[in-house]
């Protein structure tokens, strides 16, 4: 069952902005080793970064909390598949929060703007179960397996 959802939306140019006054160590506060080198692959580096801290802030929003409750930017990675598939990884506070429940992120951005969705789904019967179960009682490939945007959350 769905618990809750988050979105959240970021100006390239704002973000950008923001990044280049701030104070050495800054990108290193809001975002993990992982993140960092991700980013760092494309030519467009900010474009990355925006998505992700969109992807962040999308899931403290679907979490109810911001950064309140002692979570820091660091305890919600998003991490990729090779595919380039995103998922949230939940450390810390974050992971505590989400107990046994379940984030599915979906990000993007264009020329202006980056934008995410995290849906937090409550553990329960169905959330738990894989989809290699759920295919065998479809009778087939999901579109979903097929290659998306959209991920699930790993808790550390």
């Known amino acids: 069952m769905i618990r809750s959802v988050g979105t959240d939306v970021v ?3 704002h973000f950008a902005d923001v990044v280049e006054r701030s104070r050495p160590g ?8 992982g993140e960092i080198s991700y980013c760092e692959r494309f030519r467009h580096s900010m474009a990355s970064y925006a ?5 962040k802030e999308a899931f403290l929003k ?6 309140a409750q002692g979570i820091r930017w660091t305890d919600v990675e998003i991490a990729h ?6 998922s ?7 992971a505590e929060l989400l107990g046994g429940g379940r984030a599915h992120v979906s990000l993007t ?12 789904e409550d553990a329960g019967p169905s959330s738990g179960r894989g989809a290699e179960e759920l295919r065998g009682e479809r009778g087939g490939e999901r579109p ?13």
């Not at 800054?26 to 080793?33: C, D, I, N, Q, S």
Request: proline content about 3%.
């Open 109 to 120: 951005h264009s020329r202006r703007a980056a934008a995410a969705v995290v849906v937090i």
């Open 144 to 156: 979903s397996d097929r290659g998306t945007d959209t991920g699930e959350t790993r808790t550390r």
């Open 88 to 94: 949230v990884v939940a450390h810390g506070r974050c």
């Open 62 to 67: 679907a979490l109810g909390t911001g950064l």
């Open 51 to 55: 998505a992700v801290f969109a992807a």
């Open 81 to 86: 598949a090779p595919s380039g598939a995103p």
């Open 26 to 33: 800054f990108l290193e506060r809001l975002f993990t080793a």
């Open 11 to 13: 100006e390239l140019d």
